[in-house]
């Protein structure tokens, strides 16, 4: 049996709009600097051959790498200094020993997402030179810097309860999300339905909620309106939504699998 969530979002504007920005002032909020933010970048490399999953801005940068030749995965983790990523390849993502198989270095472009890289086998002193860029582009994507705001919380310190969205170019706030009560440590910055723009995704502690129950709140960004716009859907969903943007699948966990196709949530 196949289930459907409709990711566009257009007829919840309103309604997501008017619950984003109330409220904001009505509580005491400190600001929260030592929020974690995690940015998943999907790249594609301009040949077609390769896919690339990449986190990056974090100190930890890593990647999978698909070669959608040879149908294989590889795995990379390694260091950054500013726009130069020099990535290693593990076992797996879970691994941070190096097999010294693959190596990944290259300058990324935070603004554009275009990443060039030299791919090198072994203890090869020439590699091979690989161009990614966006997997999907988009010509008016924003640029955002958020700042987040929340209360102390017994079990972890503290509680996001708001964040405000700004434009980067001319540092205006756009939006503030509000109505939420989020583990600040686990905020996701990432395109969940595939369509060019990055969405937040929150972990939720609210009402009693702990992150190791895997809730999630979804703000999902509507281009048509240029604000973010909670999913009521997506946040019944179980599970951390892992993104295989080769196969436009979201893979939840514990069996739970979907495919985005025409806007709609495909269970499968």
Known sequence: ?????????????????????????????????????????????????????????????????????????????????ANQLSLKSVN????????????????????????????????KNIGKNIQFEPAVKVSDKPAFVFKFYGVSAVNYGAALQRVDVINKNNNQTIQTLTGFSAYPKSVGYMDINFDGYYDVILSDISQGKTVEEKRYIYWMYNPKTGQFQRSPQLDQIVGFPNLHGEKQLIDFGNGVVYQVKNGLLNRI
Not at 47 to 60: T, V
Not at 109 to 122: D, K, P, R, W
């Open 92 to 123: 797996s993502e879970k691994d941070s020993v190096s097999t010294g198989e693959y190596q990944l270095t290259g300058n990324l472009n935070a603004n554009t997402g275009y990443f060039q890289t030299v791919l090198t086998e072994g203890s």
């Open 1 to 81: 049996m196949k289930f459907k969530i409709i990711l566009a979002l257009t007829a919840l504007a309103f309604s997501s709009i008017n619950h984003a920005e109330t409220g904001a002032d009505s509580k005491n909020l400190i600001p929260l600097n030592d929020v974690r933010v995690s940015m998943q970048r999907m790249l594609r490399s301009t040949e077609g051959r390769y896919f690339l999953s990449l986190y990056a801005g974090i100190w930890n940068p890593h990647a999978v790498m698909t070669d959608l030749v040879e149908n294989k995965n590889i795995a990379f983790k390694g260091l950054q200094k």
